[in-house]
């Protein structure tokens, strides 16, 4: 008995071990805040993260809901793109702004999406390759104790090392899952995500609130834990701690978009 007990709890042991060194993936689900259809979303899997733009129609109930789950969210903020006449929609950042103006439309993205605990760029295929803007960014999140996902929409981007000179946390995605929506194409992704997770121990998608993504999202987050892949909320990928301020009560760079 004490033979067969002792056997139970090295096999016990091996696989707490094994999971805890499993690969990790996190998935941003961006643009969020638009539609009332994108709340499904927030209800499909407890280590997702969301990226909310501010200033839009369901933005404040979406973080606040999404607080009170527990979930990661992230300011989805507008941010200037190389190609012009591009809509960026509200609160967007530009390169011709003074540093007045730049800090202040970012406090008040903060400010609309209080529960927040870090952001990622809307588009920024020009101002995340500019030195200035960046700068004024990530002296604002040294301020704030909030972290940087680099979407990567230009191989140019000056995010991480200008956040490494602030001391501020930060993250590249490695690939998007639903450039293009067919569920063969997501299904391509999605391997090469969890193939990157495997060979260097975690991995970050960006995907959105189609309903193409919510389908395969539904079908195949429950397959992971079979391959040996945890989800993990993005904040569990960060390089360093962050402390997270919960004001709520109760490597793959080429593939490239504006």
């Known amino acids: 008995m004490r033979i067969i007990k002792s056997i ?10 094994g999971f805890a060194h499993a690969a990790k993936i996190a998935i941003v689900i961006d643009d969020i805040g638009n539609q009332l259809s994108d709340e499904k979303l927030l209800n499909l899997n407890e280590h997702l993260t969301y990226a909310i733009l501010p200033h839009t129609p369901y933005s404040f109930i979406f973080s606040k809901k999404a607080a009170e789950l527990q979930r ?5 903020l507008p941010m200037q793109a190389t190609t012009k006449n591009i809509l960026l929609g509200p609160g967007a950042l530009t390169e011709d702004m003074s540093k007045r103006q730049y800090q202040q439309t970012l406090i008040a993205a903060i400010e609309d999406i209080p529960y927040a605990i870090g952001i990622n760029n809307h588009m920024g295929s020009l101002l995340t390759r500019l030195d200035k803007p960046m700068r004024w960014t990530m002296e604002l999140l040294q301020q704030h104790n909030m972290f940087f996902l680099d979407s990567k929409t230009t191989v140019y981007s000056k995010v991480e090392s200008i956040a490494d000179q602030y001391g501020v946390n930060a993250l590249h995605r490695n690939i998007f899952l639903d450039n293009v929506k067919k569920p063969n194409v997501m299904d391509i992704q999605f391997k090469r995500l969890i ?11 960006i995907a959105h609130p189609y309903p193409e993504t919510y389908e395969f999202l539904r079908d195949n987050l429950p397959l992971l834990s079979s391959m040996g892949i945890e989800l993990v909320p993005l904040s569990r990928l960060l390089p360093t701690e962050l402390t997270i301020n919960n004001n709520f009560i109760a490597p793959d760079s080429k593939q490239v978009v504006n």
């Open 72 to 76: 990661d969210i992230l300011i989805h």
């Open 195 to 205: 193939s990157i997770a495997q060979e260097y121990g975690s991995a970050i998608a």
């Open 8 to 17: 139970t709890l090295v096999l016990l042991y091996i696989l707490s071990v």
